[in-house]
């Protein structure tokens, strides 16, 4: 009896670890084969609806995962080469990535995929650096985004500067005139693969399914917190890739991709 009853509790907290850790995107579940032909990468900052564009993605048909922190390898902090780079195998395990990892590496996915799509999610100035003073510190600890298996903080640091939990209103502000203005001058010589979207401000699936040359759909563009995402739909979605996997193994679809 006490055996089981250990056993039950043991299966328990693994179970809730496994949780955690997919939630948090420590572990995960890429899809099977196959993929999209053109992969999209959302490049725009924290706070101007890359969690919605997740979403969004999933309905248009691209497998799409938000926030995949090993989709680039970070410099730790005290290291002197402070640029990330693309970790390939991970690029190519979803068709489409959202928020901030591929924002940091958007020159070097354009370099890679030459037929992916490029989606800026934009937002007023004023208003996101509003939202980053209040977001960055509340939300996020040092403790917490340095920690080893996390890379975090050095997600943060390639994109928002050595001592972003420091910044100020106006610091906040030239960040994001800056990025944008950099995600535009590069994709200047490139036409059609950029995406200017501001869901914030109303846009969202005629201009999306346009760009992306696929049909739109009905309904309102979805607005989700991105709690409700990762630990609800996203979470959902890798635990039904394992099944998935099963079927594609026990089927033969490796011998045909």
Known sequence: MLLTIVSVVLLLLIGRVLYMAIGAGVIVIAPPPPRKKIKVFS?????????????????????????????AKYPLLGETDKQARVVKRWAEAFDAFTDIPPSTVYRELAELYPDARFVLTTRDPDAWAKSMVSFAPKTLSKSVVEKPFFHTGGLFRALYGENWLENSFDDWRQIYIDY????????????????????????GWQELAEFLGVESVSGSFPHVDVMDLTFGKQLRTQLSYIPAWLIYILTGGWLRH
């Open 43 to 71: 490049i725009g900052l924290s706070r101007t609806g890359t969690t919605s564009m997740t979403v969004a993605l999933d309905r248009l048909g691209w497998k799409t995962y938000h926030a995949l922190i090993h989709l």
């Open 180 to 203: 944008e203005q950099g995600v535009q001058q590069f994709f200047a010589g490139k036409p059609g693969r950029l995406l200017e979207l501001n869901v914030t401000g109303g846009e």
